[in-house]
């Protein structure tokens, strides 16, 4: 059974039966276009409208495309027909939403269309507001003489947000195919963007000779300045960030700990 796979590169969504998981990306290195501004390698997808059905509670249901764009109707002779017209399910509420959900009204069903699309088209803006911080923060960077260490890492970021935010701006279903893949997508997005533009603003502020903006955080909350121990900690977050695609969690802080204290 394939399940959604949405994730930095998942432009190929799906895993086999028996495990096996990668992506185009991943085995072609494979990518559309340069950034103009930043210059960072980057996918184009293409109406990935089945891909990001898979995995989606419709999916795990049986739903097919054909069930909710192109569904039964009668005419005006009461001859029965497959439609063709392909279009939102919204424009024949009776026969799509309302045969698996009899218990709802016409105006129920649109609601629940509504709420999905309007909260996804929310998350993509607030995507778009941050990759676009992003890029501004690299050409400030870039044009304080910022280290390429420095902008090669941010590069990678925007690729990771790009295509985390691309998958739903790409498709045409404002995220009601998955809404659950949708908000955790968008969500990452975010999250890589302001990564992004945390390591830009420390490069800047390490160019300035000022202190980091992680040094700066770290004296607000402890009221001292930062030990050796300390930034060999952070060091350490850092790097299982970039390698982990997350955060480290308690459990594997203490385990840090543990081995290196």
């Known amino acids: 059974m394939r399940r959604a796979r949405l994730g930095t590169y998942g432009t190929y969504p799906y895993e086999l039966d028996k495990g096996e998981s990668r992506t185009q990306v991943e085995v ?23 891909e990001t059905l898979w995995g989606s509670k419709h999916d795990a249901a049986g739903v ?18 497959t439609s063709h017209w392909q279009t939102s399910p919204r424009n024949y509420l009776d ?25 996804t088209r929310g998350k993509m803006r607030k995507a778009e507001c941050w990759l676009e911080k992003l890029i501004d923060t ?6 304080a003489g910022a280290p390429e260490s420095a902008l090669q890492e941010a590069r990678k970021q925007q690729d990771t947000a790009h295509v985390l935010w691309e998958w739903w701006t790409a ?16 969500a990452q997005s975010i999250d890589a963007s302001t990564r992004g533009i945390a390591l830009l603003e420390q490069a800047l502020s390490e160019k300035r ?25 952070r060091e350490w977050a850092d790097d299982f960030q970039r390698e982990n695609g997350q955060s480290p969690t308690p459990a594997d802080w203490e385990q840090h700990y543990f081995k290196n204290r």
């Open 209 to 233: 000779g000022g202190p980091s903006a992680w040094e700066i955080a770290f004296r607000a909350e402890h009221g001292r300045a930062p030990t050796a121990q300390d930034i060999a900690d």
């Open 28 to 50: 072609q290195d494979f990518r559309d276009f340069k950034h103009a501004v930043t210059g960072a390698p980057l996918i184009k997808l293409q109406h990935p409208e089945a």
């Open 171 to 186: 498709e045409n279903s404002d995220g009601f195919h998955n809404p659950e893949a949708a908000r955790e997508s968008l």
């Open 138 to 143: 690299y050409q400030a960077a870039k044009d």
């Open 64 to 81: 097919e495309c054909k069930n909710c764009h192109m569904p039964k109707a009668q005419n005006a002779q009461g001859q029965t027909y």
């Open 95 to 119: 026969q799509t939403c309302l045969t698996c959900h009899p218990n709802w009204t016409r105006e129920e069903a649109e609601y629940q269309i509504d709420a999905i699309q309007n909260y």
